[in-house]
């Protein structure tokens, strides 16, 4: 297997067949969800006789909780070498990189990302800065744009979507992808 631990947070909307992809190419799985409901369904798309895999229904809007659940869940199974991570706010990512200790070998963190951080005056990146900043965390950014079509505009499909990320995963060198278009800003749907 190419991975021996991947953590996948908000993986089960529109990320759900790159997490299904993730999880071929894994021993070991943990999804983490708000709801039961979601976690479930995903669980069930990648399961295989061999597959370790374990749900984590967390909310990060008790940001406290989330990052605690996660980090508790860690230390008992082990570290990932591998995160997907579509959270709706990038400070969560940031306050669960600062609980991460320094790690043997550098864990692949995808890190995927809406539009808004192409938004024009957008500057300051500060989970980016920290992550890029640390050896062991060997980050990507994946931006969430739109497609230009004549006159129109549209948001990108699950597929486009799932297809960025996994073209994310297979070229570790790419340090940022974005999928679509984020400029010209005011053309956004
Ligand atoms: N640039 C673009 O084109 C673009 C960018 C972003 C989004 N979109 C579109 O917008 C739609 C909606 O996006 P979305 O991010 O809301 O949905 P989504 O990706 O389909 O699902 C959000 C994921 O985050 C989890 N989640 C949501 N709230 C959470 C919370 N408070 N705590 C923990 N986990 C939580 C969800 O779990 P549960 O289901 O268990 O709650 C799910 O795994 C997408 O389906 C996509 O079509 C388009």
Redesign the pocket.
Do not use: E, Q
């Given at each position: 297997m190419k991975y021996q631990h991947g953590l996948v947070?908000?993986?089960?909307?529109?990320?759900s067949a790159a997490a299904v992809a993730l999880a071929r190419q894994s021993t070991q799985l943990t999804l983490?969800?708000?709801?039961d409901?979601?976690?479930q369904r995903l669980a069930a798309q990648v399961a295989r006789p061999e597959l370790v895999s374990y749900q984590l229904r967390?909310?990060?809007?008790n940001r406290a909780l989330?990052i605690d659940g996660i980090h508790q869940h860690l230390a008992q199974v082990g570290m990932p070498d591998v995160m997907l991570c579509?959270l709706?706010e990038d400070d969560c990512l940031l306050d669960l990189a600062l609980g991460i200790p320094p790690l043997p070998a550098p864990m692949r963190v995808i890190h995927v990302r809406?539009?808004a951080i192409s938004a024009p005056g957008q500057r300051v990146d500060p989970v980016k800065a920290y992550c890029v900043a640390r050896p062991d965390l060997a980050y990507q950014q994946v931006v969430?744009?739109?497609k230009l079509s004549g006159d129109t505009s549209r948001?990108?499909t699950?597929q486009e979507?799932c297809q960025g990320v996994l073209t994310a995963l297979d070229h570790p060198d790419k340090a940022c992808l974005t999928?679509?278009v984020t400029t010209p800003w005011e053309r956004r749907p």
């Open positions: 947070m908000g993986g089960t909307g529109m990320l983490v969800a708000r709801t409901l979601s976690l967390l909310d990060w809007s989330f579509w709706h809406s539009s969430l744009g739109f948001w990108l699950h979507i999928v679509g």
